[in-house]
């Protein structure tokens, strides 16, 4: 992929990263009656602005940030439609907001894919055939191609596995283009308490397209299982189960380089990784940080037990050094990812 491709690629999924995260945002604060004084997408100088009922919607020069700027969030108001005259809940909904879109602008580009491009399944070509297990006695071959099984199309991997019973086997295969059957015999595994025949699958997957409702429940449930590893794997960080180095991490420059080399995998490789980059930005936010989203949900919760805010002053000097934090070591990641940079051009 050519540089000036790379770079749309780099700003696309950062833009949609933003979006995504400010405009669930901006929703909620609609929903809850909140004014929003400004729309912005991209930080730095104004490239354009305009003015909508009561909000001005403004793309900035740099797509590394956005905001939702609200009326009574960051100052005091007595107006009804002010941030801070709401109630917790509502309050709450606002913040949540924001990666709660995350997610579902994840799950959003799992379900387009998997009905435009297909589902990663499994294939039905085996990939190795177990030494002394009854598929190498019945004669089948590492690269075969399961074809039926009893009569019943096989398709992919999933297909293949609750034909394997008890019963006796008439597999069809497609070696190299020649259709030919083998009668097998599974064995019971007292392992894994199952029947096998001792086939593995290929690292080949096959795409197959699903209907909506299929894509839809696929995509929940991938969206689902990647945010759980997320969670597991920053649990095992922070209680040691899980060692990480300055190398396993990065900043802003390591991301590009990983999008720049997902985009030169294809488009369908790069929308992975942008539902993935997705999932962190909600994940990351909702940690109870100071800056972050999940900070500002425990000061509501407090208030919310309390019946009344904590001194603004106070919270305001948390985030802001909470944010000199998160800038410093913005700064220290970019600079371990330069020299990562250098040490692989090197």
């Known amino acids: 992929m050519s540089v000036v491709l790379s770079i749309i690629a780099a700003i696309v999924v950062f833009c949609l990263l933003i979006l995504s995260h400010e405009l669930g945002h901006f929703s909620m604060a609609k929903l809850v009656g909140i004014y929003v004084y400004d729309f912005s997408l ?55 907001g924001g990666p709660a879109m995350n997610f579902v602008a994840a799950a959003l580009i799992f379900i387009c894919l998997f009905m435009v491009a297909g589902f990663p399944f499994a294939s039905s070509e085996i990939g190795e055939v177990l030494e002394g297990k009854a598929a190498e006695q019945a004669g089948i071959l590492s690269g075969d191609v399961i074809v039926e099984i009893n009569g019943q199309a096989i398709k992919t991997w999933n297909d293949i596995l609750p034909t394997v019973e008890a019963d006796l086997l008439n597999i069809t295969l497609d070696r190299n283009g020649e259709i030919i059957s083998y009668l097998v015999q599974p064995n019971y595994d007292e ?19 699903l209907n909506i409702f299929k894509a839809i429940g696929w995509g929940c449930k991938e969206t689902f299982l990647f945010t759980k590893a997320l969670i597991l794997g920053l649990t095992g960080m922070a209680t040691g189960s899980v060692q990480v180095t300055k190398d396993d991490v990065g900043g802003p420059v390591m991301i590009i ?7 030169n995998s294809g488009l369908y490789q790069l929308l992975l990784f942008a539902a993935f980059l997705c999932m962190n930005l909600a994940v990351i936010n909702l940690l109870p940080i100071p800056a972050l989203d ?4 425990i000061f ?5 037990l309390r019946g ?17 934090l998160l800038f410093a070591l913005m700064i220290f990641l970019t600079y371990n990812d330069i020299l990562r940079l250098i040490r692989a051009c090197g």
């Not at 380089?257 to 985009?263: D, E, G, K, L, R």
């Not at 999940?294 to 949900?297: K, L, P, Q, T, Y």
């Not at 509501?300 to 919310?304: H, Q, R, T």
């Open 42 to 96: 991209g930080m730095g100088p104004k490239l354009l602005a305009f003015k909508g009922k009561e909000t001005q919607y403004t793309l900035r020069l740099f797509p590394i940030g956005g905001h939702c700027l609200m009326m009574g969030e960051d100052e005091a108001s007595d107006d009804e439609r002010a941030f801070n005259k709401k109630k917790v809940w509502q309050r709450i909904l606002v913040i949540v």
């Open 191 to 209: 392992e894994s308490g199952r029947w096998m025949i001792g086939i593995l699958a290929s690292e080949n997957p096959v795409y197959i397209r």
């Open 257 to 263: 380089s990983m999008i720049v080399q997902f985009a």
């Open 294 to 297: 999940g900070s500002r949900i």
């Open 300 to 304: 509501l919760l407090v208030e919310g």
């Open 308 to 324: 009344k805010p904590i001194k603004p002053e106070r919270e305001g000097m948390v985030h802001f050094v909470g944010l000199m």
